[in-house]
């Protein structure tokens, strides 16, 4: 158990539907990354928080959003779903903004949740 | 833009058939190289960072390296559970986008057999 948890772990929808993936970051942790992937892209970076706040934005499409809320879990929204957004969506933290030379850069990752969209 | 290429794609070894595998990158302004490995269906778990030219680490039957240029990890006999995916990513200088967050490869995926 690595301490980032992540619900729902499975999840089945129906294209144009929305929904919500949920992270708890590691105890102590103030910054969560939500990343993508699927088999042909790899790890896709999509945002980051750090305490409540968006710090940086990687490939996020307009249809997703997320929040970080003051306990410091964070939602990752998903609407108008399409076919191609079946992926595993990963929620990752650290202790820090993670520039720091040391042990406060490094990720920690949940076990993903993994949606289909049929 | 920041880049990572990893290879090969897939490897298969036999128990105990040493070998290395290999992280190309372009960077700006490299603030640390991390391997990662994921098992199937599971999230990257931390393997290893480091930060500068020349570095190494190691950890049971695994040792990374870094040049300016790539990266290798080197696996000494190997064993069936080593067996996984081996994922590379380099933290670069941060910018007005991504900010610091980890730049990943593909991966490489590795099997051992008995």
């Known amino acids: 158990d690595s301490g980032v948890t992540q619900t729902p772990k499975h999840l089945i929808t129906a294209t144009g539907q929305r929904v919500t993936l949920r992270c708890s970051p590691r105890?102590?942790?103030?910054?969560v990354y939500w990343y993508q992937q699927s088999l042909d892209q790899g790890l896709q970076f999509l945002i980051q928080?750090?305490?409540?706040?968006?710090?940086a934005k990687g490939n996020i499409l307009e249809r997703f959003s997320a929040q970080q809320f003051p306990d410091l879990h964070s939602e990752l929204n998903l609407s108008s779903l399409e076919l191609g957004d079946s992926a595993l969506y990963f929620c990752?933290?650290?202790?820090?903004?993670?520039?720091?030379?040391?042990?406060?850069?490094?990720?920690?990752f949940g076990a993903g949740s993994r949606l289909t969209v049929l | 833009e920041d880049q990572v290429t990893q290879s090969p794609e897939a490897l298969r070894l036999q128990e105990g058939e040493s070998s290395s595998l290999n992280c190309s990158y372009t960077?700006?302004?490299?603030?640390?190289l991390f391997w990662y490995r994921q098992d199937p269906g599971k999230g990257p778990e931390f393997l290893f960072t480091?930060?500068?030219a020349g570095e190494e680490k190691e950890k049971e039957r695994l040792k990374a390296t870094l040049t300016k240029k790539e990266s290798f990890l080197h696996i000494t006999a190997p064993k069936p559970e080593d067996s996984a995916t081996y994922l590379c990513a380099v933290q670069g200088r941060s910018n007005s986008n991504s900010g610091y967050a980890l730049n990943f490869g593909k991966g490489t995926s590795l099997l051992v057999t008995p």
């Open positions: 990752a933290s650290s202790p820090s903004l993670a520039g720091a030379r040391s042990g406060a850069n490094v990720l920690t």
């Open positions: 960077v700006s302004g490299l603030r640390g």
């Open positions: 480091l930060y500068s």
């Open positions: 105890s102590g942790d103030l910054s």
């Open positions: 928080y750090y305490n409540g706040e968006e710090r």
